[in-house]
């Protein structure tokens, strides 16, 4: 049997009980982001501010409008990747840590593998814990099956950078403030080691938190994650989704491949109405108030 779990912000900000170890959400980011980083997310535009303060879609409009002021927007989204690569586990469990454990206790017979539209690397770090190991793109080697597990990151992350080892870039092309990357081969490094990568002046590969998750950074490596989430969706006998907000239509390419899957699907801890009515006339849906 084949489980696919999808993960969104607010399995994340659920996953922990101290409050200072949580992700925040998309309506806590961008004071979190100001704060952190005076000299840039804290020194925008007045404008672009009041875009990032416009009601529940907020973080999504400001992060649209900072696209259009390219002087802004390269050095703003590497310190958003800092950010995001900043987050650490503490000592003892938590939810996501409870959830492999719990599906590692299936037995042999139940494989399963993960899908995050989080920046940062909480379930990554919970897998080590478990003694997992992670593979976000490569193929699993026979002898390590055992031991490792597939996250697609269908909207990037904090720690996949620009692969600079080389220093020789081949069909790149940088446009405007330079926060536009094409054609450059995509790498992911440890976290201590994200602000180094960075200093090259590439921002990590992470979708734009803005309608329809845009890629500035590598995004044909971006593209390939995003067919690999339909892959294993589409191969999945159980998809369970928690704490992810069902975008439909900004985000059919997370969404649709799960609305076009036969396999039943379980939904936690979020306002699941949208997916709910878009599959309900084809399979059993489960639906849970927050995660255990």
């Not at 269908?154 to 330079?178: A, E, L, W």
């Not at 536009?180 to 790498?187: D, E, F, P, T």
């Not at 975008?247 to 939904?267: G, Q, T």
Request: net charge negative; charged share 20%.
């Amino acid at each position: 049997m084949q489980v696919v779990v999808l993960f969104g912000a607010g399995a994340s900000y659920g996953a922990f009980d101290n409050p200072s170890q949580r992700p925040p959400l998309g309506n806590e980011l961008f004071p979190k982001l100001a704060a952190t980083f005076p000299e840039t997310w804290g020194c925008l535009p007045e404008d672009v501010v009041a875009d990032f303060h416009s009601g529940d879609s907020g973080f999504e409009n400001g992060m649209a409008a900072l696209r259009e002021e390219a002087v802004h927007t390269q050095a703003a989204l590497i310190d958003m990747g800092r950010f995001f690569a900043s987050f650490r586990l503490l000592p003892g469990t938590n939810r996501y840590l409870a959830i492999v454990k719990f599906l590692q206790s299936l037995g042999p017979n139940v494989e399963f593998s993960f899908g995050s539209l989080n920046y940062e690397t909480c379930l990554e770090q919970s897998l080590g814990r478990a003694g997992l190991g992670v593979l976000y793109w490569e193929q699993a080697p026979e002898s390590d099956r055992a031991r490792l597990v597939r996250v697609t990151k269908p909207h990037g992350s904090s720690n996949f950078v620009v692969d600079t080892d080389t220093n020789t870039f081949v069909n790149v092309r940088i446009v405007g403030g330079g926060s536009y990357v094409v054609g450059a081969r995509l790498k992911f490094v440890p976290l201590h080691d994200v602000a180094k990568a960075t200093e090259s002046g590439f921002p990590p590969a992470m979708s734009l938190y803005a309608p329809g998750k845009p890629n500035l950074v590598c995004p044909e490596a971006v593209e390939r994650l995003r067919g690999e989430w339909e892959v294993a969706v589409g191969a999945a006998d159980v998809v369970v989704v928690i704490g992810a907000r069902p975008m439909l239509e900004s985000d059919p390419h997370i969404w649709r491949p799960i609305e076009n899957s036969r396999a039943p699907i379980a939904l936690i801890g979020s306002d699941y109405d949208p997916l709910k009515q878009a599959v309900s006339d084809r399979r059993h849906v489960c639906r849970r108030t927050g995660p255990s």
